[in-house]
Each structure stands twice: as C-alpha cells, then as structure tokens.
C-alpha cells in the first residue's frame, strides 16, 4: 500500500512540475489611467510576468509595435526598464535600444541585450516592467492601444512562449472642465467689493 502511494504522490509531483514547465509567460499594458484630459500625459508600463525568480527563464531580447489612433494620442517617448529595479536587460551597459515611430499610429520597439545568460537569471524576479510608454492626449475621444509581440527571447535566445496574447487598452480622452468654481469665487468677490463701493458712495 506504501508502495503504491509513493508511486501515486510521484506520478503527481511530475506532473505538477511538467504542468508548471509548460506555463508561459504573458505581456501586459498597464496605464496610468483610461481616462484623460486633453494636454495630459499617458504613461503605460509594458509588464511581463512568468519567468523564473532570479532563474531561468529570464529575457534577454524583446521586439514589440504598440498600435493607437494619432489623431487622439501623441507618442512622446519610451523610458527602457523599470522605474524602480532599473533596466534588466541591461546590467552591463551594453543593451542595444532603438524606437522608430516613422509609421503614422504605429510604435516599433526593440531592446536586445550583451547580460550572460548567468547575469539575466540573476538580475530579474518573475515578475517587472521591461519599459514605461508615454503618450499625452491631443483630442477628445477613444482609442485602442493594442500591442504586438514581434519577438521575444529568454537568456539562451530561445523563443519564450506567451499564455494568450497580450489584451488591448481602451482609453477616453476628454475636454478640460470648465473652472466653474473659480469663476463663482472671483463672481462673489466682484458683488462684495461692488457692494462696499455702493454702501460708501450711500454714507457719503
């Protein structure tokens, strides 16, 4: 009966472990908002999620197009790497970056990096943010920002494989509202000034 146990708890941790093997990673855009006022700025954090803790699978190469509509949002740069671990792909210095924004409504993106394998497994937890997108709203209305992964590469430049891929963000851009309390203030400023006029003019 031991036996048999053993050999039934076996079979289950191998196939917990082939499960957990098999599991990829996913790609997430993560905004600051969904709804922003025309003049102000977008930022979305380009997240990836199920690697290794500080093991293998880490990554070592990225290429990604973010789609949107440029009548509403305005590109206004990429920042490489997380806003509070650094850039993980580049611990040596040596990462090679490039942004090319030449096609209307379309980002392409790339970060390849010159970290050992050793140093990539080391340097990254399972989970942060390989960049930081950052838009500002030109005009009132939505727009879907869509991502498409060109390429994605683990330590040994072998291709990682995504969950399901990445969802797309829906983001409504609006006028900026009317300073209607200001205005009521310096209109009840003007009646109390208006009245100590007319009640001094009134004594004299």
Known sequence: MNKHLRQASLVAL???ISIEAVQGQTISLVPSDTLVETGEALMLDLVISGLGDFSSPSISAFEFDIS?????????????GD???GDLLDNSGFAVQNVNETIPGIVNFLEVSGDSDLELNAAQPDTFILGVVNFQAISTGETTLELTVQELLDEGENPLSLDSP???VLVSTQMVPEPRVHLAIIGLGMTLILGKCLKGKTSA
């Open 166 to 168: 990445p969802e797309s």
């Open 68 to 80: 949107f509509d440029s009548n509403i949002l305005a590109f206004n740069g990429l920042d490489f």
């Open 14 to 16: 191998l196939m917990a």
């Open 83 to 85: 806003p509070q671990l």
